[in-house]
C-alpha cells in the first residue's frame, strides 16, 4: 500500500484497515512460530503498511492541533 493511498482516505476508514493489518500481523507470527508461514516477506510488508497509517494518522492530528492554536501576536 503506497502512502498516496493512505493519504485519500478518511480517518474511520484508517482506523480499520489498521486493526485488520494488526490483526494479519499476529497471525503471521503464529504462523512463523507454528511453521506454516510461506511468504515471510509478508511480515516485513504489513509491519510497513501499519508505520505508514500510523505515520499518517499522526500528521493529521498533528496538523489539526497547529490549526486550532491561535498565534501570538506581538512576539
Known sequence: ???EDIRVKTG???ADELLKLKKEAFNLRFQ???GQLENTARIRHVRRDIARIRTILKQRRQSATNLE???AEGA
Request: net charge positive; no cysteine.
Open 1 to 3: 500500500m503506497k502512502a
Open 12 to 14: 474511520d476508514e484508517l
Open 32 to 34: 512463523r512460530a507454528t
Open 69 to 71: 492554536k491561535p498565534v
